[in-house]
């Protein structure tokens, strides 16, 4: 086996460093991507890269507007419980 | 379209089913929808590396974490040879934090959306097997 296939291979059996800073919260994107983009790819009945690409970014943009949203709702009720 | 004997039928299904298991996207293969396929196939996999990337291979804990090892086998059974490898040796891989959250999601969606497909995938093939001649 080559050098690099090895070097790929232990790159899986270690894990990352992912700080618990806010830049973390990133790694939501690409998990909402995968998931609008699979949902879309059961429900269309014809797949065009145009329109599939259109209802993929309002799918991922809804997602998106909605955990900020929950999120704002959960800070203002921890803020009037706590504040 | 021929129509299928209903005990064909069911094998079909089986068949279908199992093969969008076995491999993501394979199902919608078997069903002659090529671009569906490679996109499903593409998007699982990618999803479920990137999850293995970050958290190493020992978010797959069969023993640790059974409800996330229930949504992870649902990606391919190749998985349950992952979780035996994470098993037998648990000194060796081991995950914690952040990774470990972030790599047990990643993984877990990605299983959950290759159910959502097979049961996709199931269902075109029924629909596809009970429409009359001629469609």
Redesign the interface.
């Known amino acids: 086996m080559s050098a690099g296939a090895i070097f790929v291979m232990a790159?899986?059996?270690?894990?990352?460093?992912?700080?618990?800073n806010p830049y973390?919260l990133l790694?939501l994107l690409?998990?909402v991507a995968?998931?609008a983009?699979?949902?879309k790819?059961?429900k269309l009945p014809t797949?065009t890269a145009g329109s599939f690409l259109k209802d993929v970014a309002v799918l991922s943009g809804s997602i998106i507007v909605f955990v900020v949203v929950i999120a704002l709702a959960l800070f203002i009720l921890t803020w009037l419980i706590t504040g | 379209m021929v129509r299928r004997s209903k005990e064909n039928q069911t094998v079909f299904l089986i068949t279908v089913g199992l093969l969008a298991w076995v491999v993501p996207g394979a199902g919608h293969l078997m069903l002659k929808e090529k671009i569906r396929s490679l996109i499903i196939f593409a998007t699982i996999v990618l999803t479920f590396c990137i999850g293995l990337y970050v958290g190493s291979i020992a978010v797959i804990d069969p023993v640790g974490a059974k409800p996330w090892y229930l949504a992870q086998i649902m990606n391919s059974p190749m998985v349950a040879a992952l979780g035996h490898l994470t098993a037998s040796a648990p000194a060796k891989y081991r995950v914690f934090g952040r990774p470990n959250e972030i790599g047990q999601i990643y993984t877990s969606i990605a299983g959950l959306l290759n159910l959502l497909c097979i049961i996709n995938a199931v269902y075109l093939a029924h629909v596809r097997g009970t429409r009359p001649a001629g469609d």
Do not use: K, R
Not at chain 1, 11 to 20: D, L, R, W, Y
């Open positions: 790159s899986f059996t270690v894990p990352e460093q992912v700080g618990t973390a790694w690409p998990l995968a998931i983009i699979v949902y790819v059961t797949i």
